[in-house]
T-cell receptor, first 113, second 114 residues
Framework: DAGVTQSPTHLIKTRGQQVTLRCSPK?????VSWYQQALGQGPQFIFQ???????QRGNFPDRFSGHQFPNYSSELNVNALLLGDSALYLC????????????FGPGTRLTVT | KNQVEQSPQSLIILEGKNCTLQ??????????LRWYKQDTGRGPVSLTI?????NTKSNGRYTATLDADTKQSSLHITASQLSDSASYIC?????????????FGGGTRLMVKP
């Protein structure tokens, strides 16, 4: 049973570009959350998806958007990239009815130059 | 505003020694508190999860405590090993209508030296 998987592992983009990150949840999990972790900081909550809808959102601008597919996988899109968007982007999945069980993926390291 | 503060920010100990990491929080309404271990460049891995009624939980050499009255938690690592070198993150969950909302601390970076 694969855990949470994310792709790509690393990504380098230029300011102003757009990026899409992908996440496949652990088998049996239907809720996906996205986090941004700057170097040396704790993760910051971006948003959470359940039943293909955004259910909760942290303090991130509209440049950050997402999507959840019927198979529960999810995408994080960031438009008009800024240098400050450089970070490790973590995806976490959990079963809706057992919210204590949250598993993190390995993350995608995004560098904006 | 929900906040989680961890101390110390960083810590260096010798292999075999014990250490204790601290977490103070102001999160409401409290649902649960989790400690994660995060190796550099990797995703966090859960060590313990405690709900309001639990005040101690162990996972091998890791023991977490929770004082819900003072809103404090600690993570005690016994007989440290080189592989314990990592960041340790305290995460507090608030329960709202949409489910659990997690607030992360900034982490304590632990280095275990031989």
């Amino acid at each position: 049973d694969a855990g949470v998987t994310q792709s790509p592992t690393h990504l380098i983009k230029t300011r102003g570009q757009q990026v899409t990150l992908r996440c496949s949840p652990k088998s049996g999990h239907d809720t996906v959350s996205w986090y941004q972790q700057a170097l040396g900081q704790g993760p910051q909550f971006i948003f959470q998806y359940y039943e293909e809808e955004e259910r909760q959102r942290g303090n991130f601008p509209d440049r950050f958007s997402g999507h959840q597919f019927p198979n529960y996988s999810s995408e994080l899109n960031v438009n008009a990239l800024l240098l400050g968007d450089s970070a490790l982007y973590l995806c976490a999945s959990s079963p809706r009815d057992r919210g204590l069980e949250q598993y993190f993926g390995p993350g995608t390291r995004l560098t904006v130059t | 505003k929900n906040q989680v503060e961890q101390s110390p920010q960083s810590l260096i100990i010798l292999e075999g020694k014990n250490c204790t990491l601290q977490c103070n929080y102001t999160v409401s309404p409290f649902s649960n508190l989790r400690w994660y271990k995060q190796d550099t460049g990797r995703g966090p891995v859960s060590l313990t999860i405690m709900t309001f009624s639990e005040n101690t939980k162990s996972n091998g050499r890791y023991t977490a405590t929770l004082d819900a009255d003072t809103k404090q938690s600690s993570l005690h690592i016994t007989a440290s090993q080189l592989s314990d070198s990592a960041s340790y993150i305290c995460v507090v969950s608030a329960l709202n209508n949409a489910g659990n909302m997690l607030t992360f601390g900034g982490g304590t970076r632990l280095m275990v030296k031989p």
